[in-house]
């Protein structure tokens, strides 16, 4: 009886947005007399920062201080349609969608601007902290809140704009199977390194390491959050949860957090990550997206590692004790194979 | 159902109502005194996100009936900070994006303010301890371990 070290690898090629009929999102963009700006979507913020990235996103593309934008989201009573938080779309999508918007917004706020300081708005540029000055001549300016003033109780414009982000469906090719699901993919490689105990089959986590290719980071803080926490829900998928119970009866399947199990502090593991910023053609400033291929490699690199650790392939998820010792045994015992 | 009087200290604040008997310290305090920072997450000891502090120990305020807190003094999340400045684990939680979704964060919070209360200098082993009656779906736990942790350093350079 003793534990076996082992060492498996994956790498995911992953779609970023979906396929179903078409995938769109909106946004839409206006300014408020302060001369901030508000956003309105109907995309989810579930913690992943779909908030930030998109005020982010607006704010640079206005060319106005973050601070000065504000993200409504979440009502599709107020907000525009969007398809949803999945399927790693949100930054793209949306992120595109907003840009959208954000331009048109920023059109007719060079045109107000323009009218006030009496040039041609093509000789006008922003400064990135709420004024608009006449390229070449910074002294030549107005701040972006005297413009929206200007533009709402002189000139009578709303200072808004439209955007919209579709990527159309693509039909298959009944003779090929062929088709183009997405216009970009992210990638992953991860490395993880597991020990086996053949006694009672139980799987620990030794550690992690992995490279995650994703366009541009927008912001690299809340891309490695995703990056940890996917992979922690990538253990818990690999080794852990199941809403199918562990016999065939619906009615033996996990009721609550004590029989649904899921990964608790003690069980994660170091995880070193390396990010890649390979930017995409058609993302908002490159970016893909982190998304669903945090915790994707996981599952095929932990199999892997059991596989090298005690030579059983386990091909059925979660890998729980039950099911490593069954195969152990039926293999006649544990057969580590070649480190490698 | 015959309501007993209940009274207690609520952050530092004297409450006195009245409750159904049976009723669990979470549900009075969500629904009684509008302390919404402990959160439902299962109603069966098995998820942390109910946390508070009872006389300063850790407890899971779904499993604990309401009378028996009768007299003692009861801490939520909600008297964490201090008037507008954030307590040092606050801080700590923001600085090292330790929450996503944000409802394990008043637990986490509880958890962790018991361990550093009783033992200031924890070890890293210590705090996983300390909070593994705490479940997240979402950090992956490392920003929350490495969050208290550095409140307790901050915490012993302030000391
Ligand atoms: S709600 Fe109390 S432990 Fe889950
Ligand atoms: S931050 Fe979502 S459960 Fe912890």
Known sequence: MAKHRGRGIA?????????????????????????????SLSSIDLGQGMKSVTRQICAETLGVPVEDVYVDTADSD?????????????????????????KEARGVMMEAAAEELEVNAADLDTDGRGNIHVKGAPHRSISTKDVAIAAQFKQGKTISGRGIFLVPLSEVNPETGEMSPATCYAHACLVA?????????????????????????????????????????????????????????????????????MPGPGDICPHDIAVLERPAADGPFGAKGPGEM??????????????????????????TPEKVLRAIKAQGGARPQARR | ?????????????????????????????????????????????????????????????????????????????????????????????????????????????????ALLDRNPSPTRAEVVEAISGNICRCTGYEPIINAVLAAATSGRARA
């Open chain 1, 78 to 102: 107020t907000g525009p349609h969007c398809m949803g938080s999945f399927a790693s779309r949100g930054t793209h999508r949306v992120g595109n969608a907003v840009m959208a918007a954000a």
């Open chain 1, 193 to 261: 390194e597991v020990e086996v105990d053949d006694e009672t089959g139980e799987v620990a986590m030794v550690r992690m390491d992995s490279a995650y290719e994703l366009g541009r980071a927008l912001n690299p803080r809340l891309v490695e959050q995703q990056l940890v926490g996917g992979a922690w829900m990538g253990i818990s998928h690999a080794l852990f949860e199941t809403p199918e119970p562990y016999y065939p009866d619906p009615a033996h399947g996990p009721r609550d957090f004590v029989e649904y199990l």
């Open chain 2, 1 to 113: 159902m015959t309501k007993t009087p209940l009274q207690f200290r609520h952050n530092g604040r004297d409450v006195a109502l009245f409750v159904d008997g049976g009723v669990n310290l979470l549900v009075a305090l969500r629904e009684l005194i509008g302390d919404m920072t402990p959160k439902f997450g299962c109603g069966q000891g098995g998820c942390g996100a109910c946390s508070v502090l009872i006389d300063g120990e850790l407890h899971l305020s779904c499993l604990t009936l309401a009378e028996t807190v009768n007299g003692r003094a009861v801490e939520t999340l909600d008297g964490l900070k201090d008037g507008p400045n954030l307590h040092p684990l606050q801080r700590a939680f923001m600085e090292q994006f330790a929450a996503q979704c944000g409802y394990c964060t008043p637990g986490m919070l509880m958890a962790a303010k």
């Open chain 1, 294 to 319: 945090c915790a994707n490699p996981v599952l095929p690199a932990v199999a892997n590692a059991i596989f090298n650790a005690v030579g059983v392939r386990m091909d059925e998820l979660p890998i």
């Open chain 1, 11 to 39: 790498s995911v090629n992953y779609p970023i947005g979906m396929n179903l009929g078409g995938d769109p999102s909106q946004a839409l963009v206006h300014s408020n007399p302060s001369g901030k700006f508000t956003v």
